[in-house]
Every structure is written in structure tokens, then in C-alpha cells.
């Protein structure tokens, strides 16, 4: 079965450094986009970035460029997102979500992680 | 960069059919063939509902259906159940933006 696996729950204060992972199985993961999407409270979807784990070919949106970074570790068929110092802004939920393969670019995303809910707060 | 432009809500009576337009303000959008709708359930990641414009992923109901003109893409949902009741989402990657976009959003209402 092909998943997202996202870590869990996150609580942070304003300036600190956080990483979020989401673990890729049951496909070739270095085969297909992996993207992030970012959800504020009660608000739409928003592209943050998207990396081909193959080549760690990596693409950002202009909103979300320098404020984050997007990885992948193959070994571990990991993709990563990472803050060097949050915001409260940053508060909302995050969803990475893979490729679908019949898509003819990488926005058609098929198979999604559970999310992760990032709060910062002081 | 571009915007996507959906009504922010649509609704209809079961067995109805219904469409949410996604409207690109650039002149970008047009020739391109990379659309995509996404259904969320409130508390549920995204759903991929059309891919390419208008193609279904294998283990969507045929009751969903895309298409474009110009720079406007529509979603149709014909038989609307109560179960299609989510906020729905256009997406897109124009020559103008370095990423895809998102659609601002409709909500459905199944009355």
C-alpha cells in the first residue's frame, strides 16, 4: 500500500527551530514529486514547495522562499520541512502528498500524509 | 504571481448537478493543460478528484467531472450526494509562477 506517514504533533515557541518529517512506502519514492501544503486555521491550500527525491530537484514558492526548507533523505525514504526559527504566523497544518503518476506535472497529487499541526505560540 | 478565482460557495439538492469555475487572471493559464480539483473533508487531508484538466484517478465516482475553456476550468458534480458536501480546490502551474497555485476555495452545500 502506497503511504505518507507524517510525524506527529508539534507545539514550539516563537524562534525556535523545527523539522517535520513524512516517510514515504510502498513506491519507488525517488520516482516521484513530493510536495508541502500548508493550511492556516479555517483558511484554503497553499503550495509551499515541492522536491524530487531523486535528483533533491526542489522548487519554491515565492511566499515560502528563504522561510523554509524542503529535503529528502533516500536512505530512509524521507521527505523533510524545516524552520530555523518559527513564527507564530507558521501556526497551521501541514500536509506533504505525492505525485500521482499518471499526472503530467507534479501538482497532481494522489496520496497525501495525515497531516501535521504545527502551533507557536509564546 | 496568479490567482485563481472560485466561487466561495455552491450548492444544490441531491441528484442535482452542479459546477465550480476556477478562473486564472493571467493570460498564462490558457494552453495549458495542468489543472487539478481537489476535495477536503473537514479534519481530512486533500483528495485528488480531476487530474490533467479532466481525467479521473482510478477510484473516483464518474459523477465528477472536469473540463477548460480559455481561462476558466470547471468541476461538475452530477448525482450531488450528501457525501460530496467538502470544500472543493482548482490547482494549476501557469508560465508565470515559479509553483502551482491553488484556487481560493468553494464549499458545497448539499441542501
Known amino acids: 500500500e502506497v503511504q505518507l506517514v507524517q510525524s506527529g504533533a508539534e507545539v514550539k515557541r516563537p524562534g525556535e527551530s523545527l523539522k517535520i518529517s513524512c516517510k514515504a512506502s510502498?513506491?519507488?519514492?525517488?520516482?516521484?514529486?513530493i510536495g508541502w501544503v500548508r493550511q492556516m486555521p479555517g483558511k484554503g491550500l497553499e503550495w509551499m514547495g515541492i522536491?524530487?527525491?531523486?535528483?533533491?530537484?526542489?522548487r519554491y514558492s515565492p511566499s515560502f522562499q528563504g522561510q523554509v526548507t524542503i529535503s529528502a533523505d533516500k536512505s530512509s525514504s524521507t521527505a523533510h520541512l524545516q524552520w530555523s526559527s518559527l513564527k507564530a504566523s507558521d501556526t497551521a497544518m501541514y500536509y506533504c502528498?505525492?505525485?500521482?503518476?499518471?499526472?503530467?506535472?507534479?501538482?497532481?497529487?494522489?496520496?497525501w500524509g495525515q497531516g501535521t499541526t504545527v502551533t507557536v505560540s509564546s | 504571481h496568479s490567482a485563481l478565482t472560485q466561487p466561495a460557495s455552491v450548492s444544490g439538492s441531491p441528484g442535482q448537478s452542479i459546477t465550480i469555475s476556477c478562473s486564472e487572471t493571467?493570460?498564462?493559464?490558457?494552453?495549458?493543460?495542468?489543472v487539478y480539483w481537489y476535495q477536503q473533508h473537514p479534519g481530512k487531508a486533500p483528495k485528488l478528484m480531476i487530474y490533467?484538466?479532466?481525467n479521473r484517478p482510478s477510484g473516483v465516482s464518474h459523477r465528477f467531472s472536469g473540463s477548460k475553456s480559455g481561462n476558466t476550468a470547471s468541476l461538475t458534480i452530477s448525482g450531488l450526494q450528501a457525501e460530496d458536501e467538502a470544500d472543493y480546490y482548482c490547482?494549476?502551474?501557469?508560465?508565470?509562477?515559479?509553483?502551482?497555485?491553488f484556487g481560493t476555495g468553494t464549499k458545497v452545500t448539499v441542501l
Open positions: 502528498a505525492r505525485q500521482y503518476p499518471s499526472s503530467s506535472s507534479a501538482y497532481g497529487m494522489d496520496v
Open positions: 510502498g513506491y519507488i519514492f525517488t520516482s516521484y514529486w
Open positions: 522536491i524530487y527525491p531523486g535528483d533533491s530537484d526542489t
Open positions: 493571467s493570460s498564462d493559464f490558457d494552453g495549458y493543460n495542468y
Open positions: 490533467d484538466v479532466s
Open positions: 490547482s494549476s502551474y501557469t508560465r508565470s509562477s515559479t509553483l502551482g497555485v
